[in-house]
């Protein structure tokens, strides 16, 4: 009888309870091709194993886990759930591939390069369906990133209920498009709730963006006095850069400290996204309102203005207990401690960011921007060059510019997925596919040891399994 054994490795003054539901010992043969869901396993055993065992390495962290395979049983060894189901993940793979049900024995040692393994996702310039949003989900599990960024507001719609403001869902999800359809969707917060908890039960954490202060067209078309002109607008139904910006007075901090009151407790993640990119600062040069707090509080740029009003949430969201992302221009008019810059032009906003000490996320778009097409594709725009599967393997997020210790502050880096050009599921899919694979190499592996032909070599093994399915 061949043993599957899950043991958890205690760290000091644990509860042996703690993580008792994640535990088990199943009877199964070695050629089992999916494992049952935790809920379904039986407790049989709790067996702690020491931290000086020969398997339990000091190198790894809460994601990592050593897998051992024998002729008589299977051993996950692993720090915490997560580990546990990583392990869970590569048993899968091992066994999908596995010939005549024959496994070798083989002792594994995994865990992963950088903390942060990040896929985006933007529902505003297209809708995407709540089940879409589980696929999504289920793919970042399957390739054992951790992180879901979803981008929730943008000029072209406004995705997220947010009770206390109801036009922002009743005006700003919805648009006209250019041949007369309504076009539009939301998701409610009984949506996010329960997209939120099923991306827990798979270890992704769910961070949201919500943009400010441009890209904020549909918030604008539902309360124009938030704006600088206070003229009524429409949501944009065409891409680019909008001119129109949040006003950066009293009444839009209330606005949007409530609306992050509502996002904090609709989204447990330690870090919420507050965009920051591609901000017009004409409305500004021309509001008595702007330029009035910029003398209040002596400013000598719109750049420290923008600066003012991103601080501003971010310093809101501190004392939430919380952690703001921004777009790699926030670190222009100033750079708070706290904030974290997420780097998308290039690595330059990451590189001066971590110079100054603050934590970064590398998203630049020559590695990392998914709608860019995987070859040559005259339909897409101009400017989105293409962005081959083997340009997204050799993706670093470190930098040969930045000190050992200034690297170590590169949380890690993100694909992501802008909809403009991307409609339906299936394109999102034929966007993604494969070249998620290869950024969830490029950031579980150390750049020593990846080998691009060898992934190429089970990236066929992986698509055999799946034309099998």
């Not at 539901?21 to 709790?46: C, G, K, N, R, T």
């Not at 919805?174 to 009984?190: A, L, M, N, P, V």
Request: hydrophobic share 40%; proline share 6%.
């Amino acid at each position: 009888m061949h043993t599957m054994r899950y043991i958890l490795i205690l760290l000091s003054g644990l509860p042996l309870s703690l993580f008792c539901q994640s535990l088990a010992i199943i009877p199964a043969p070695a050629s089992s091709l999916l494992l049952p869901p935790y809920d379904s396993l039986p407790v049989a055993e709790l067996r702690p194993v020491r931290l000086d065992t020969p398997h339990t390495a000091t190198c790894f962290g809460p994601e990592g886990y050593v897998l051992i395979i024998s002729h008589d049983e299977t051993t996950i060894y692993a720090k915490a759930p997560i580990g546990f189901e990583n392990g869970k993940r590569t048993l899968q793979q091992i066994t999908s591939v596995s010939q005549n049900g024959k496994i070798s024995p083989i002792e594994i040692v995994d865990y992963p390069r950088y903390a942060y393994r990040g896929m985006h996702l933007d529902v505003c310039r297209h809708f995407f369906s709540k089940d879409f949003i589980k696929k999504y989900i289920d793919l970042l599990a399957g390739y054992k990133m951790n992180t879901f960024h979803w981008h929730l507001t943008d000029d072209q719609g406004w995705r997220i209920q947010i009770k206390k403001y109801p036009r922002l869902t009743e005006v700003g999800a919805w648009r006209t498009e250019k041949d007369g359809t309504q076009y539009g969707g939301y998701y409610t917060q009984e949506d996010i709730r329960e997209i939120v908890a099923y991306a827990a039960e798979r270890y992704i954490t769910v961070i949201p963006e919500i943009e400010m202060p441009g890209h904020s067209s549909a918030a604008l078309a539902a309360y124009p006095q938030l704006g600088c002109t206070g003229q009524q607008l429409t949501v944009p139904n065409s891409w680019g850069i909008k001119k129109d910006i949040y006003a950066p007075g009293d009444s839009t901090f209330r606005f949007l400290e409530d609306v992050m009151d509502e996002v904090c407790d609709l989204f447990p993640s330690r870090y919420i996204h507050i965009g920051g990119d591609e901000a017009p600062k004409a409305q500004w040069r021309n509001s008595p309102v702007a330029q009035a707090v910029m003398q209040e509080q002596h400013l000598k740029s719109e750049e420290e203005l923008q600066h003012y009003f991103m601080h501003r949430i971010e310093s809101y969201l501190n004392k939430k207990g919380r952690t703001a992302i921004g777009w790699g221009e926030v670190v222009h008019g100033g750079l708070s401690d706290s904030i974290v810059v997420m780097s998308w032009l290039d690595k330059s906003a990451g590189i001066r960011a971590a110079k100054q000490g603050n934590r970064v996320i590398m998203a630049p778009r020559a590695y990392c921007y998914f709608d860019y097409p995987q070859k040559g594709d005259k339909s897409k725009a101009i400017w989105m060059l293409p962005l081959p599967l083997r340009k997204v393997y050799s993706f670093r997020p470190a930098s040969g510019l930045l000190t050992d210790a200034q690297n170590e502050l590169i949380l890690g880096g993100e694909a992501t997925l802008w909809t403009e050009y991307v409609k339906t599921e299936a394109d999102a899919l034929h966007q993604l596919m494969p070249r998620m694979a290869a950024m969830a190499e490029a950031l579980w592996t150390a750049s020593d040891k990846r080998n691009y032909r060898d992934f190429l070599h089970r990236l066929k093994l992986q698509r055999a399994i799946t034309s099998e399915k």
